[in-house]
T-cell receptor, first 111, second 113 residues
Framework: GQQVMQIPQYQHVQEGEDFTTYCNSSTTLSNIQWYKQRPGGHPVFLIQLVKSGEVKKQKRLTFQFGEAKKNSSLHITATQTTDVGTYFCAGEGGATNKLIFGTGTLLAVQP | ETGVTQSPTHLIKTRGQQVTLRCSSQSGHNTVSWYQQALGQGPQFIFQYYREEENGRGNFPPRFSGLQFPNYSSELNVNALELDDSALYLC????????????FGAGTRLSVL
């Protein structure tokens, strides 16, 4: 079945450093979404990418969707302690409405 | 906050028992999805309901069942609980015809002993 993997599983950075998480799907996606889950919280929607090669920015966050629509990345510039949490990508593929979540990347930011 | 509410917040059951979890969707949303999130993992899609009918299912056995009511609230029922069913159960509402963006509730933490 369809699988969505993320690397790294865990990243520890000093505040002010950059951070990137990568997402790879075993199948072509119709779109990809990104969610953030704070410790003890629930996933919160960040963004959706639909077009091949699409790049979107939200302040310090930059999201990319690969040309083949099988991979994506999230880059955070100059991390802050408020960025702490687990970042999940979630892919939607084919005729199904099923959203497949990735394995997540836990970001720890040291002040 | 999303406006999606779940109850109860925590639950402890023993193996073999049955459990019902409840979810109230965000106003205006006509679709509800249920996810299971084990510790340290991503949410796993259980099923989705639209117009009171199951509208997609993940790789979960039939002892996981659901209902959606006319007011778009929903229930997740799990029969014959197993130890591996211990997880955070998340409900998410969305709008059919929208972009399938999931608005999650805070979840129900189920522990099976």
């Amino acid at each position: 079945g369809q699988q969505v993997m993320q690397i790294p599983q865990y990243q520890h950075v000093q505040e002010g450093e950059d951070f990137t998480t990568y997402c790879n799907s075993s199948t072509t996606l119709s779109n990809i979404q990104w969610y953030k889950q704070r410790p003890g919280g629930h996933p919160v929607f960040l963004i959706q990418l639909v077009k091949s090669g699409e790049v979107k920015k939200q302040k310090r966050l930059t999201f990319q969707f690969g040309e083949a629509k099988k991979n994506s990345s999230l880059h955070i510039t100059a991390t802050q302690t408020t960025d702490v949490g687990t970042y999940f990508c979630a892919g939607e593929g084919g005729a199904t409405n099923k959203l497949i979540f990735g394995t997540g990347t836990l970001l720890a930011v040291q002040p | 906050e999303t406006g999606v509410t779940q109850s109860p917040t925590h639950l402890i059951k023993t193996r073999g028992q049955q459990v019902t979890l409840r979810c109230s969707s965000q106003s205006g949303h006509n679709t509800v999805s249920w996810y299971q999130q084990a510790l340290g993992q991503g949410p796993q899609f259980i099923f989705q309901y639209y117009r009171e009918e199951e509208n997609g299912r993940g790789n979960f056995p039939p002892r996981f069942s659901g209902l959606q009511f006319p007011n778009y609230s929903s229930e997740l029922n799990v029969n014959a609980l197993e130890l591996d069913d211990s997880a955070l159960y998340l409900c998410a509402s969305s709008l059919v015809g929208g972009r399938n963006i999931q608005y999650f509730g805070a979840g129900t933490r189920l522990s099976v002993l």
